[in-house]
């Protein structure tokens, strides 16, 4: 099992341009997250899907939108990117959407925008 | 609201020495508690976490936390810590009732040094 993977691992974009993050489960999971982490500030969640063909606004959705394709890949896009979206993403997905469960992070994309 | 704090941004200590990560949260509602860590370049895996019944929890890599209700706090401790115990270690907490959301402290950065 690959477990969650993201990609790409690395990105620079200039102001304006768009990009798509892509993240994909194989563990079966019904629920899948989208954060991103900023120095000193922890994880935040800009986005959630708690199953396949439902998704939820987050802590940061601002300038954010994504799509859950199917139950194993969950899209992140930027349409038009900001210097203030300079950060570390991370996917996780979720066996259920419970306060209990575990989630399975991703190994992050890390972003810059110029 | 739920918060999470981590007051020590880093904590260095020898190898083989023991360490204590402090987490402190605040809750209207009764929490379910988090320990995730993260290692250079990777995503966050489950540590450990509780959610019920003892309040001394044990995890993974020799890692034990007690929940402590009284003082809401959920600190972070090993006997002995090694090299590879180097990482960024995230306390986080999420309502019982019927919320998803983990709320993430801003992490600890712990440093081990032959």
């Known amino acids: 099992n690959a477990g969650v993977t993201q990609t790409p691992k690395f990105q620079v974009l200039k102001t304006g341009q768009s990009m798509t993050l892509q993240c994909a489960q194989d563990m079966n999971h019904n629920s899948m997250y989208w954060y991103r982490q900023d120095p000193g500030m922890g994880l935040r969640l800009i986005y959630y899907s708690a199953s396949e063909g439902t998704t939820d606004k987050g802590e940061v959705p601002n300038g954010y939108n994504v799509s859950r394709l199917n139950k194993r890949e969950f899209s992140l896009r930027l349409e038009s990117a900001a210097p203030s979206q300079t950060s570390v993403y991370f996917c996780?997905?979720?066996?259920?959407?419970?306060?209990?469960?575990?989630?399975?992070f991703g190994p992050g994309t890390r972003l810059t925008v110029l | 609201a739920q918060s999470v704090t981590q007051l020590d941004s880093q904590v260095p200590v020898f190898e083989e020495a023991p360490v204590e990560l402090r987490c402190n949260y605040s809750s209207s509602v009764s929490v379910y508690l988090f320990w995730y860590v993260q290692y250079p370049n990777q995503g966050l895996q489950l540590l450990l976490k509780?959610?019920?019944?003892?309040?001394l929890v044990k995890g993974i890599n020799g890692f034990e936390a007690e929940f402590n209700k009284s003082q809401t706090s959920f600190h972070l401790r090993k006997p002995s810590v090694h090299i590879s115990d180097t990482a960024e270690y995230f306390c986080?907490?999420?309502?019982?009732?019927?919320?998803?959301?983990?709320?993430f402290g801003s992490g600890t950065r712990l440093l081990v040094r032959p």
């Open positions: 986080a907490v999420s309502r019982m009732d019927s919320s998803y959301k983990l709320i």
């Open positions: 996780a997905s979720s066996e259920i959407r419970g306060p209990a469960d575990t989630q399975y």
């Open positions: 509780y959610l019920s019944g003892s309040t």
